[in-house]
């Protein structure tokens, strides 16, 4: 999607948004003379997002057996429709 918003002839810098860390953008525009990878600093106030900090947060939790016994049995039973 990003791809496609920027002029063709910067199309090219999409290849290291896979490469940016979090808290970390790509300026670029009418305002900026060439495109930079800047760091931005932590806000003060912690957003409330939906980013969360997966490694520690798995390793803290142990897993929910009955959970996983449902989700297996409701894959089990489903069925593959008849070929027509």
């Not at 953008?25 to 060439?34: C, E, I, P």
């Not at 760091?39 to 009955?66: C, H, M, N, Y």
């Amino acid at each position: 999607m990003i791809k496609r918003l920027m002029p063709d002839s910067l199309a090219g810098l999409t290849s290291i948004l896979p490469l940016l860390d979090t808290g970390e953008a790509l300026m670029l525009g009418d305002a900026v003379l060439l495109p930079s990878r800047i760091r931005l600093d932590k806000p003060v106030i912690t957003p409330d997002s939906a980013t969360r900090d997966f490694w520690k947060e798995w390793g803290k939790q142990a897993p929910d057996v009955e959970a996983i016994n449902v989700a297996v049995e409701a894959l089990r039973s489903q069925t593959r429709p008849k070929a027509a």
